[in-house]
């Protein structure tokens, strides 16, 4: 299933597409489903939600090589919102989001984050 993608995405796109790399591309699919579900959390999140209760308490029974994968994850995820904010690409509803993601990976800068 092809959708439209934000320009973040638009050259992966174009790469596997353009090396037929079908299971490269169901992968990503399946990321960025994972992603999409995110937005069914309740907003404003704040802690005392259920759902947003729920969430993290599921996160935090993982086994501790999956915390290890979802903090890998979740600091990409900050990296990727810092690169947002050196190319100007947010506004004011997440311009908290992409500085402190920006003061969290300098914070962090070579954080060796292994798969144990």
């Not at 969430?55 to 915390?67: D, G, S, V, W, Y």
């Not at 903090?71 to 992409?98: H, M, P, Q, S």
């Amino acid at each position: 299933m092809f959708r439209i993608l934000c320009r973040h995405h638009l050259f992966l796109f174009e790469v596997l597409k353009e090396n037929h790399q079908k299971y490269l591309w169901e992968e990503f699919e399946k990321g960025f489903a994972i992603g999409e579900s995110l937005s069914a959390l309740p907003c404003p999140a704040r802690t005392t939600d259920p759902a947003i209760m729920g969430f993290l308490e599921a996160i935090n029974r993982q086994h501790p090589t999956h915390q290890q994968n979802i903090f890998r994850v979740i600091y990409l995820l900050c990296r990727a919102w810092a690169e947002n904010k050196a190319k100007g690409w947010y506004d004011l509803r997440n311009e908290a989001t992409v500085e402190g993601a920006e003061r969290i990976v300098k914070a962090l800068d070579n954080l060796p984050i292994p798969y144990v």
